[in-house]
């Protein structure tokens, strides 16, 4: 035999105890030829699209995953930027209308999340963008699989200050547009700062300009290997012998996510893109980054010694990774959303990770202030300041940072709010509440920093 | 036909079935001839037939790993291989212990010949999973090259 026993045990062992799974396959589709004078036309071009290459991902990737015995938990699609694609301003109704038939035609697919409802506008916003941006909280209310993402900063132009009030006030009014569904409109949507091309993950997936027509990107996922890889370590394992161990995991798991998703692609006939190494938490008992870090010795995470924990795990885990696939993209890196983390949710409840830990945590990490449920009665302005905060770490850091908040209308520190699913639940974190509207009203732009400056 | 004459025919004949129509038959024949040049120059014609008989040999053999896992009882290599045997799969390698008190059972086999797809045998498997109280797991070979091999 070519393997010995304890190999394909181990195989097993991660992929039916310890939660490891391909946790999304996403089709990425360039939308360039489907432009159409009329929005509804280019949604039926879409349309049309969708269903000529994505018919059969769901049955592809069952396949697959039957032939290997792993799981690929979510399917998904891409599109390019619909800013990009709707070309000159339209009503909020032909927006609407538009997104309604690309929603549907999803649901007819089986795909769980459709990414693309996007703009980019970190150096400006031009007027289609401006009507485009109005229509996102309608849609995301609107619609059940499309996400919204828009980047409003990059290292190499600066952050678009205008785009950080206007995304303030759009996570409120999504808010208040899904009040009666605890806010998932802001589920949803994602603000970022350099936001990558060809990232598989939801809600922040989009099939960047630069894209081919049709490639399959790969998410894979694999806390609970690394939780149970660390917990095995006896205590006084220094922190080669931990970094060597996540690397070792991160190596096997990249590889089995690409094999995976080489296969896919290879059967739909599209090209295969990248693979993300993203350790993405669920809320599964056992499936969770926090446990992790409290493995690596920490009582509580969100603790003294949580951001050095996180950052030593995000390396070893790109480190692992890279050696493991030629083509590695999209985020990369640790997620750290609250609600879908069980154990991270819980240490929220209890007070021990603060919202200002996590925002230290964000600088070592991928991708951002995700999935934190903060007091209905935030103001736009206090929401803008804290796109404003974390957008500014990646920017001088030049990494992709994100914020997806869910302002809960109603709701007011230590309350409970339950999404369903992968999304999890969350209690209500509280943020400062000393204000910080003339900072975020001055408007303009934030020029790039020296960083940018490497040609 | 000598060897050289005949890999050269080859390589012609592949990118005229792959590209024929999409590409000027100019082109065609100066991919076609770079590549022989290449290979004439990279590989000799002793190594090129040593090559083709690995691929062959590869080729031909298909490789799945099945994994019986659970409490030990009377019958369940039985049970397994029979219907194995029945699907055509042959068996390639075997190895069986017990772990921590769990009955383990792993066997290699040559899933190209089977009578039945890879998910009809899992089906299969499953029945005898419930009846025996096993978990038992098909899987490509695939999957455990590309985890811990470089």
Do not use: W
């Not at chain 1, 105890?17 to 999304?24: A, I, S």
């Not at chain 1, 619909?82 to 070309?87: C, R, T, V």
């Not at chain 1, 964000?362 to 300041?385: N, R």
């Not at chain 1, 940072?401 to 520190?413: E, I, K, N």
């Amino acid at each position: 035999m070519n393997y010995e026993v304890s190999e394909i045990l181990e195989t097993i062992k991660m992929n039916s105890l310890e939660n490891l799974d391909v946790r999304t396959v996403t089709l990425g589709l360039s939308l360039f030829d489907c432009i159409n004078e009329s929005p509804k036309q280019t949604a039926e071009n879409v349309r049309e699209k969708m269903l000529k290459y994505g018919s059969n991902i769901v049955k592809t990737a069952d396949k697959i995953g039957g032939r290997y015995g792993v799981k690929i938990v979510n399917k998904r699609i891409s599109l390019t930027p619909l800013s990009l694609i709707f070309g000159k301003p339209r009503s909020l109704e032909e927006y609407i209308q538009a997104a309604k038939i690309i929603d549907n035609t999803g649901k007819e697919i089986g795909i769980d999340f459709i990414g693309g409802y996007s703009a980019l506008v970190h150096k400006g916003i031009t007027d289609s963008e401006s009507a485009f941006l109005d229509s996102i909280p309608y849609v995301l209310a609107e619609t059940g699989r499309i996400c919204s993402s828009v980047n409003v900063a990059t290292t190499k132009s600066g952050i678009n200050m205008d785009a950080v009030l206007r995304m303030g006030k759009i996570v409120k009014q999504a808010a208040e547009l899904t009040a009666d569904r605890q806010a998932i409109g802001c589920a949803k949507l994602v603000v970022f700062a350099n936001i990558p091309e060809d990232n598989p993950f939801m809600a922040g997936a989009l099939h960047g300009p630069g894209e081919g027509d049709c490639t399959l990107n790969v998410g894979v996922s694999g806390p609970g290997v690394v939780f149970r890889a660390v917990k095995s370590l006896p205590e006084d394992a220094d922190f080669e012998v931990i970094s060597e161990t996540v690397k070792k995991i991160a190596f096997k798991i990249t590889r089995m996510g690409e094999l995976v998703g080489k296969e896919v692609a290879r059967e739909l006939g599209v090209s295969f893109g990248i693979i993300d190494l993203s350790l993405a938490p669920t809320p599964a008992i056992g499936d969770s980054v926090a446990d992790i870090l409290e493995a690596m010795g920490l009582e509580a995470c969100g603790t003294h010694g949580t951001t050095a924990a996180l950052a030593l795990l995000n390396d070893a885990v790109k480190k692992g990774g890279a050696f493991a696939s030629s083509y590695v993209g999209g985020l990369s890196g640790a997620f750290i959303p609250v609600s879908e983390d069980a154990t991270m949710e819980k240490r929220a409840a209890e007070g021990h990770l603060t919202f200002d830990k996590l925002e230290a945590m964000t600088a070592v990490c991928s991708v951002g202030l995700d999935m934190i449920a903060i007091p209905g009665d935030t103001t736009a302005e206090t929401i803008a300041a804290i796109i404003a905060d974390e957008i500014s770490i990646g920017v001088i850091n030049s990494k992709t940072t994100a914020v997806r908040l869910l302002p809960v209308p109603g709701a007011g520190p230590g309350d409970e709010i339950s999404l369903g699913g992968l999304l999890g639940r969350a209690r209500i974190i509280p943020v400062h509440k000393k204000s910080a509207e003339i900072f975020v009203r001055r408007g303009g732009r934030i020029p790039a920093p020296i960083q940018s400056l490497k040609n | 036909m000598d060897i050289k004459e005949r890999i050269e025919n080859s390589v012609k004949q592949i990118l005229n079935e792959e590209l024929g129509a999409s590409i000027h038959p100019d082109k065609l024949s100066s991919i076609s001839n770079k590549i022989n040049e290449r290979l004439s120059t990279s590989v000799n014609p002793d190594e090129l037939v040593l090559l083709r008989m690995i691929s062959q040999k590869k080729n031909d053999k298909e490789m799945a790993v099945v994994s019986v896992i659970g409490q030990d009882s009377v019958g369940i290599v039985a049970e397994v291989t029979r219907i194995l045997a029945e699907s055509s799969a042959n068996i390639e390698g075997m190895n069986q212990a017990i772990v921590s008190g769990y009955f383990a059972l792993i066997l290699t086999i040559d899933v190209s010949s089977m009578n039945l797809s890879l998910d009809k045998l899992q089906e299969l498997m499953n029945v005898i999973a419930e009846k025996k109280n096993l978990k038992i797991y098909i899987q490509h070979e695939n999957i455990f090259r590309s985890m811990n091999r470089i």
